[in-house]
Nanobody
Framework: QVQLVESGGDLVRPGGSLRLSCAAS????????MDWYRQAPGKQRESVAV???????NYADSVKGRFTISRDNAKNTVYLQMNYLKPEDTAVYYC??????????????WGQGTQVTVSS
């Protein structure tokens, strides 16, 4: 199994910054993808940023130029640096991983979510 622990959500003013972290642990052989999603009230969960083991990164158009995803493979941790935050960035942010585990299976896991609120 894989456990994900997220942190970093907070209340921040428009234009401010936050850094989210998500640490994976458990029966991990390798991590293929480490992604960030978000879900605003009344809306569907959407992809924010995706990073793969080969270094490929993709961002949602709404966050390009403001958010940066990065990985520390030695720590099995993914980060999301969020700058120039807007009220429309308010959401619960979820970490998602796609992992090869010791049994030989590929496992998709979600974090518990961390609340980001952008408001003056």
């Amino acid at each position: 199994q894989v456990q994900l622990v997220e942190s970093g959500g907070d209340l921040v003013r428009p234009g401010g910054s936050l850094r989210l972290s998500c640490a994976a642990s458990g029966s991990i052989v390798s991590i293929y993808f480490m992604d960030w999603y978000r879900q605003a009230p009344g809306k569907q969960r959407e992809s924010v940023a995706v990073t793969s083991s080969d270094g490929t990164i993709n961002y949602a158009d709404s966050v390009k130029g403001r958010f940066t995803i990065s990985r520390d493979n030695a720590k099995n941790t993914v980060y999301l640096q969020m700058n120039y935050l807007k009220p429309e960035d308010t959401a619960v942010y979820y970490c998602k991983t796609t992992v090869l585990i010791t049994t030989g299976y590929t496992l998709v896991s979600w974090g518990q979510g961390t609340q980001v609120t952008v408001s003056s």
